[in-house]
Each structure stands twice: as structure tokens, then as C-alpha cells.
């Protein structure tokens, strides 16, 4: 039996009715509407950071959640069920390129003002 077979969404229980909208709504405040890990601000998701599966007392803590992208999520669900890990060179690079495009940003919006 493969990975992806084995994975079961143990926090689709959680994220359902008015008590998740109101907490997932403080963690998007709270982190600012974006991204914690790349900064997009574009298909936002609310993830659990000790995977309820493992914490299950964690699942209403906004303490344990954090705003992330689809594709930093989507990468952080991987590497928990086993099916990627990520290069530390890779992401290194990744990290260095994000950081340079926030300089200059912040280096223009200095320049217009």
C-alpha cells in the first residue's frame, strides 16, 4: 500500500462550522494576510502546525496554526506523509531570491516617497 493511501485528513473534522471561521480569521490578522513562509498573498490556507493527527489537543490553539500559501502548504503536507523532502540547497536559493525581490521592493517604495 503506497503513502497516499495510507493518509487520512485527520483535521477535516476541525475545519468545518463558525468556530474554525472565526479562528482561521484571527490567524489571517495575526499573520497579516499572507504567507509566513514566501510572503504570497494568494490562495491563502490555514495550517495546523502540530498536525492534529499527532496534537490533537493543538486543533483549536491559534497558537498552532499558521496562514500559508497553497504551494507551501501543499509542500509541508508532503514532506509530513513522507512523499517529498526538500533540497536545503534548493530552498537556500529560494530563500535568497525571496529576501533580494523584498529588498528592492522596499528599496523602490523608499525611492517613490
Not at 495575526?30 to 495550517?47: A, F, K, P, S
Not at 507551501?72 to 506523509?81: D, G, N, V, W
Amino acid at each position: 500500500m503506497s503513502d497516499r493511501k495510507e493518509y487520512a485528513r485527520h483535521s477535516r473534522r476541525i475545519t468545518r462550522g463558525p468556530r474554525w471561521k472565526a479562528l482561521r480569521m484571527q490567524a489571517l490578522e495575526r499573520d497579516d494576510w499572507q504567507c509566513v513562509q514566501c510572503g504570497n498573498r494568494h490562495r491563502l490556507e490555514i495550517d495546523h502546525i502540530e498536525p492534529v493527527r499527532d496534537r490533537p489537543d493543538m486543533a483549536w490553539s491559534l497558537s498552532n496554526l499558521q496562514t500559508l500559501c497553497g504551494r507551501c502548504h501543499s509542500r509541508k503536507t508532503r514532506i509530513e506523509i513522507g512523499l517529498g523532502r526538500p533540497d536545503p540547497a534548493r530552498e537556500a536559493w529560494k530563500k535568497l531570491v525571496r529576501e533580494t525581490g523584498r529588498n528592492l521592493i522596499e528599496h523602490e517604495r523608499k525611492s517613490d516617497a
